[in-house]
């Protein structure tokens, strides 16, 4: 029996309240594409990107107006066990980094007019390690939800979601690991390079901690309180709000798709609105988009984060929009259109 009293209980009202589809914006857009000049379904999966828009913003004309991507960052107790291939001081380096206009998703945000916002989640105070304790409790698990939650709040019409923070991959491959069972060693992957001893490391740390949390992870909120981090508790606040709100949402990779794991553990449908940006070369991310029903639109060899993968699939949904908003139909162009026979 759900407790209503838990601080959880007002994340489960708000999946329960999830809208649908809008299948009339769907209409719409399929009686657009079938008069534009080309034959019917040439553009292959850019017209299905622009049906989703559609569908998920409640529109029969999708909009990309004010696109918008969030870095989340957060950092873990966890990286004192030499998970990482970089020491915790990079975390506070790489925020300044993206203030100052250097990182490479400040690059793409730029070449696609794709705004750009970072939320640093007590950056200088890592969660506890997940190897003696719990992250994070239920009250603050929820409060920096909530905080996640403020992505959509100032308004844009397409959300890409993506993170940073040293230790990550590691979380991610144990909430993996609680959510889907299986061996440690199957779910961590190299991440920002780790050497064959590192790998080693990150096993055993999600090992030591699906040991330690034992008998309180047959909830998918408390695999995210006690094995995840503020930047996957923050996303996964955005990925909800953004559907409540009827914002379609593009994941990036490894890290942001764990936190879409814990609200698809919760509701299968809870990621209808979301498209995976790329598959990541990161150690099993393929199998992990393959269990949320996720299609990438874009397949690079990135492992880099920082939602750089969601950002260069918005290029690509830009683009397609561009195409089904601006293109001619037959009958203005004086074009031929397909004959009956």
């Known amino acids: 029996m759900t407790d209503e009293s838990s601080p959880f209980a007002d994340i489960r009202r708000l999946v329960a309240e999830m809208p649908g589809p809008d299948e009339d914006a769907l209409a719409a857009v399929r009686a657009r594409d079938a008069v534009l000049t080309k034959p019917g379904g040439s553009l292959g999966r850019l017209e299905d990107l622009v049906e989703w828009l559609a569908v998920w913003q409640g529109k029969a004309k999708p909009s990309f107006d004010r696109p918008l991507v969030c870095v989340f960052a957060g ?3 966890v990286t004192a066990r030499g998970v990482s291939a970089f020491p915790d001081a990079v975390n506070r380096q790489m925020l300044e980094n993206f203030s100052a206009g250097g990182a490479a998703i400040n690059q793409l945000c730029a070449a696609y007019g794709l705004g750009f ?4 989640l007590a950056i200088d105070m890592p969660t506890g390690d997940i190897c003696e304790g719990p992250a994070l409790d239920e009250k603050s698990t929820v409060a920096t939800m909530a905080f996640g939650m403020e992505a959509v709040a100032a308004g844009t019409d397409c959300l890409g979601i993506g993170e940073m923070g040293i230790g990550n991959t ?25 050497d064959a001893a590192g790998l080693a490391r990150k096993a055993e740390a999600v090992a030591l901690a699906l040991r330690t949390q034992a008998g309180h992870l047959d909830d998918p909120l408390a695999v995210l309180a006690r094995l995840g981090g503020r930047e996957i508790a923050a996303m996964a606040g955005a990925i909800l709000a953004a559907r409540l709100q009827r914002v379609p949402v593009v994941l990036d990779g490894y890290v942001s798709t764990a936190a879409a794991a814990v609200l698809h553990a919760l509701d299968p449908r809870a990621l209808e609105h979301c498209v995976a940006g790329h598959v990541s070369a990161e150690g099993v991310h393929a199998e992990v988009l393959d269990r ?10 990135l492992r880099l984060g920082e939602a750089s993968g969601a950002a260069l699939a918005m290029g690509v949904i830009k683009g397609a929009l561009a195409c089904h908003r601006d293109m001619a139909t037959f009958e203005q162009a004086g074009i031929s259109g397909k004959s009956a026979g």
């Open 292 to 301: 949320l029903g996720l299609e990438p639109v874009l397949s690079l060899g």
């Open 75 to 77: 950092s873990h107790g």
């Open 117 to 120: 916002k970072v939320f640093d």
């Open 170 to 194: 590691t979380i991610a491959a144990a909430i993996y690991c609680a959510l889907w069972g299986g061996e440690p060693e199957h779910w961590v992957g190299r991440g920002t390079g780790v």
